[in-house]
């Protein structure tokens, strides 16, 4: 397999090397969390050619002895090397019964620097206070699908429209890139949400009813960049003949965001200054997933490039919001410190009153916070009353004005 430098990854963890923190790799399965911990382990060896790596992966059956944390912890113990610098590198670490254990031990004892990859619905964001108990300490790195850039370099386009034009149909999980076909692709990414992700939702929290789950997944991708509430989708869910209670829903859902399938975007009104506790958005963590599942019937391709921006800017280290002023709907709030970006997304705006009903809700802004329109101009970025207006290509692509 083709592999690319992925330098925002890279740099964060090169940056927290020798920290007393664990370092955990996180992101929605398939997404290139294993292949980033080897390139980690190459770039160790070319700084310190004697760095004693030992390196767990748990997809290989070598190491299927070690599924005991027991095994585990006595295997790292005896390829402890005094007076050379041991890095431990484990991937899949769920796979050891136990492993927070293990882990725990290993780092009380300070004398490894630890890193460890694992199955989203078993290494949750949410999980690793109570995993990696007491004085440890996490230092997290969210793994990402793909972005543009990183689709465009694999593939050696550098036209940034003819990319987004590929992007938009084959989407960010690289391990799909292999399959000569798009039937082939498909078949690939649809699997890794039914196969990997839904499977291990399922056995981490013993859902019983696998339709309910399954149906709750395919409305969200069904309603992307549509505002959703609880009772809503349960309500839809019932209309199409599947049963289940608001409780039960509500608990399907932010399994789903904890396996980083979806992303989940609350509301903030823009003119009193505070988060909204009803509506949601949800935003897939790679847009091909709804093309694998739900083919392209009753596409939005608006909704399909809100859901792009979306996860880019998550990429890019911003917290998301939808705005909400004077009944009026703003698809992003962007915040990141003390940095906010009011943004727009659209698919063509080529025409008046598009483009008019696009930059209405962000002329109605009063302060002074920088606001943009990124829709599929195919041009340079312009400035309309103080309104930047970017292609989105181009943006994706880190090209002209940015958010950074």
């Known amino acids: 397999m083709k592999i690319i430098e992925r330098p925002q990854y890279m740099e964060a963890l090169l940056g927290a090397k020798g920290t007393p923190d664990i370092k955990v790799i996180t992101g929605i399965r398939r997404c290139g969390k294993s292949v980033l911990l080897e390139a980690l382990a190459d770039r160790f060896r070319e700084a310190d050619p004697d760095a004693n790596i030992i390196r767990i992966n748990f997809n290989l059956l070598e190491f299927e002895e070690l599924t005991d944390y027991r095994a585990l912890h006595r295997y790292v113990e005896e390829g402890y090397c005094e007076g050379l610098d041991n890095i431990v590198m484990i991937d899949e670490v769920q796979t050891c019964v136990g492993f927070e254990k293990a882990v725990n031990s290993l780092h009380a004892s300070g004398r490894y620097d630890i890193y460890v990859t694992g199955s989203n619905a078993f290494l949750l964001s949410s999980d ?7 004085p440890p300490r996490t230092y997290e790195v969210e793994v990402f699908p793909f972005s543009l850039l990183e689709f465009s370099t694999y593939h050696e386009i550098h036209n940034p429209d003819e990319a ?8 960010g999980m690289p391990g799909s890139y292999l399959y000569p076909s798009e039937r082939a692709r498909y078949r690939y990414i649809a699997n890794v949400l039914d196969v990997l992700v839904l499977r291990d939702v399922e056995e981490k929290h013993g859902v019983r009813n696998k339709v309910q789950l399954e149906r709750a997944c395919d409305f969200l991708m069904d309603n992307i960049g549509n505002i959703s509430s609880v009772s809503g989708i349960v309500a839809a869910l019932d209309a199409a003949g599947t049963r289940v209670s608001v409780a039960t829903l509500a608990q399907y859902l932010g399994y789903l965001c904890q396996a980083f399938a979806f992303y989940r975007v609350r509301r903030y009104d823009v003119g009193g200054k505070k988060y909204l506790t009803s509506g949601d958005k949800y935003y897939l963590s790679d847009h091909a997933i709804r093309y694998a599942k739900l083919g392209t019937k009753k596409l939005d391709f608006g909704h399909v490039y809100e859901n792009m921006v979306a996860i880019e800017l998550l990429r890019r280290g911003w917290e998301i919001y939808v705005g909400v002023l004077y009944k009026k709907e703003i698809d992003f709030v962007a915040i990141r410190r003390d940095e906010r970006v009011y943004i727009q997304v659209s698919d063509d705006i080529s025409r008046q009153e598009t483009f008019e009903r696009e930059v209405a809700p962000l002329l ?3 302060d002074a916070y920088p606001k943009m329109v ?17 292609d989105i290509a181009r943006w994706l ?3 002209g004005p940015d958010v950074e």
């Open 128 to 134: 690793l206070a109570t995993l990696f108990r007491g």
């Open 164 to 171: 987004l034009d590929r992007y938009l149909r084959e989407g």
């Open 364 to 366: 109605a802004i009063r």
């Open 374 to 390: 990124i829709a599929r101009t195919k041009h340079e970025a312009v400035d309309y009353e103080g309104i930047k207006v970017v």
């Open 397 to 399: 692509m880190g090209e």
